[in-house]
């Protein structure tokens, strides 16, 4: 009896532990149920959290894209306007520019062609007055010639004393004669000046068309000459401009390009990164089922050798105890599974939203550090634009500061052109001043002259006394004669040198015109040849700077 309990309680306590062992087994198994649900909704539920994260990231690329296209559209209408308005303000000076060098030949052709005409007048009032100074003296002489014969010639005839009354009628008669040879030679001067200014007003009237047709011959050609040079430096400045402006939108359409390939080739990174991490999450989630699988399977197929083994050995001892144990396990094993199921969904929560912040944590780093990208791209390309509009403002007042320059001279021009006219009429008043001498010149003569008749009157008187002193009186009248004509010469040398001065004041500062026109414009033409020299310099920076941004691009790009 005390074996059978033994045996009894044996078998009990066996059956019991084989009930606990089995137990245990069943809450394994359901755990690993409970945990391969929960895996499984944790993967169905990241897949729907990786969809709303790429329909969330599809979307802000497209923003970012269209935002990023609309500002470069107003970037590249903006620096459009403003190439259209250099294009045209430097049109504009292109315009003011053949304006005044049409206005600086005008003035030079203005000044030569008065130079020439007051040359032309000086030299054929010069000439005329050396041809009216030789009549008027061959006449004289005849004259003087003749009387000096006759009357030699009637007092060799006759004694004074018998000539008396003859003489004093001779006298009385040569008195008359010489007071009408007195009236004749004041009428002949009077209407030799009348002609002389007659011929001096036509002269100088056509001389001064003569002045204004050569002016407007030269200022043609010129202006034609200015106008040739002036064409082929705007042709150039166009054909650089227009260059200038292929190259700007050549550029503005590369980094467009640029700017949507770098998109293209981020939203490309980003779709390669999101399939990355979906294929390794999907490695990781398949081989942790692989792993839980084949862990299943290897318990499965030791619980079922080790169930099978002790089915056999309890079959007897399972059959009793099992009535009462089915009620009890069943309710465990609900309650067990409850709290395990509730743990489990615990858990699950827990991980599903770390991952979804997880990924929603590198989708937003992703996405700022495109924007970032392309904000610093953005940044980087308008600083550029902002430089180049800035060296256009630059180019811009240093040809408000040409056209400034250009006024300047022009006012310069014109103050000379009124101080040549002014020279002009100064030099005209310096022939009427030399017009009026000639007058005094003749009125001396006029002087002398009628000096030297009164002398013949008094030697015709002491002719009656003393025939040695009317030969006597001859010589001194001889004398006189050459006196006065070399005084004569004297004036005329003396007038002469004058005219010859005032041409030579004429010409030097005509000559002085002529190197400060020439000066101007070598200086103009100087200008434009640092212009252009500065153009140059402007290019070439504009292609060093294109140069490191492509180096800092081609090097931000391998970063």
């Not at 991490?277 to 299943?296: C, D």
Request: hydrophobic share 30%; proline share 0%; with cysteine.
């Amino acid at each position: 009896m005390g074996k059978r309990l033994e045996t009894d309680k044996r078998g009990r306590d066996e059956s019991n532990n084989s009930h606990q062992y089995y137990v245990g087994i069943k809450e394994k198994l359901a755990t690993i149920t409970i945990e391969l649900n929960d895996k499984t909704k944790t993967i169905e539920l990241l897949k729907m959290a990786r969809k709303k994260d790429a329909a969330k990231t599809k979307q802000l690329l497209a923003e970012a894209e269209e935002h990023m296209k609309q500002g470069l559209a107003a970037q590249q209408q903006k620096f459009n306007k403003e190439l259209e308005k250099q294009m045209d303000f430097a049109q504009n000076l292109v315009t003011e520019k053949s304006e005044l060098a049409k206005r600086c030949d005008e003035l030079v052709a203005e000044v030569q062609k008065a130079n020439t005409s007051n040359a032309r007048e000086a030299e054929r009032f010069k000439l005329k007055l050396k041809d009216a100074k030789e009549r008027w003296a061959v006449q004289e002489k005849v004259r003087r010639d003749q009387w000096i014969v006759k009357k030699t010639e009637e007092i060799k005839k006759s004694t004074v004393a018998a000539l008396e009354p003859d003489i004093q009628l001779i006298l009385a008669k040569g008195k008359t004669d010489l007071d009408k040879a007195r009236e004749a030679a004041k009428e002949e001067r009077r209407k030799l000046q009348v002609q002389l200014e007659k011929e001096r007003d036509v002269a100088l009237q056509r001389l001064q068309d003569d002045s204004e047709r050569k002016l407007v011959e030269a200022r043609e050609k010129e202006r034609a000459k200015l106008m040739t040079r002036l064409d082929a430096a705007d042709a150039e400045l166009q054909q650089q401009l227009s260059t200038q402006r292929r190259r700007l939108q050549e550029e503005a359409e590369t980094t467009r390009n640029e700017l949507y390939a770098e998109m293209r080739a981020a939203k490309l990174a980003h779709a390669k990164e999101m399939d990355e991490l979906k294929e390794l999450h999907m490695q990781k989630q398949q081989a942790a089922a692989e792993k839980s699988q084949k862990e299943k399977q290897d318990l499965m197929t030791k619980y079922e050798s080790e169930f099978m083994a002790l089915r056999e050995q309890t079959s007897v001892e399972c059959e009793q105890f099992k009535a009462q144990l089915t009620s009890k396990l069943r309710d465990e094993m609900s309650k067990e599974k409850q709290e395990l199921e509730k743990q489990m969904l615990q858990s699950r929560d827990a991980k599903i939203e770390l991952v979804i912040e997880k990924l929603q944590e590198e989708s937003r780093q992703m996405v700022e550090r495109a924007e970032r990208k392309a904000q610093k791209r953005f940044s980087q390309d308008r600083a550029e634009y902002e430089r180049k509009l800035k060296q256009t403002g630059e180019i811009e007042g240093v040809w408000m500061e040409k056209n400034r320059e250009l006024h300047e001279k022009l006012s310069k021009l014109e103050r000379q052109h009124n101080e040549l006219r002014r020279e002009n009429e100064a030099l005209g008043q310096d022939l009427r001043q030399a017009g009026d001498k000639t007058g005094d010149l003749a009125h001396r003569l006029h002087e002398e002259r009628r000096q030297h008749e009164a002398s013949l009157a008094q030697l015709e008187k002491r002719c009656s006394s003393l025939q040695t002193d009317s030969e006597y009186a001859q010589q001194q009248q001889g004398v006189e004669i050459t006196s006065l004509r070399e005084k004569q010469a004297t004036m005329e040398s003396h007038f002469q040198q004058q005219v010859q001065k005032l041409r030579d004041e004429h010409d030097t500062a005509l000559a002085n015109l002529h190197e400060r026109v020439k000066a101007t414009v070598a200086r103009k033409d100087q200008a434009i040849a640092d212009l252009q020299e500065e153009l140059h310099l402007l290019q070439v920076k504009l292609d060093k700077s294109h140069a490191l941004i492509e180096e800092q691009r081609l090097q931000l790009f391998s970063q």
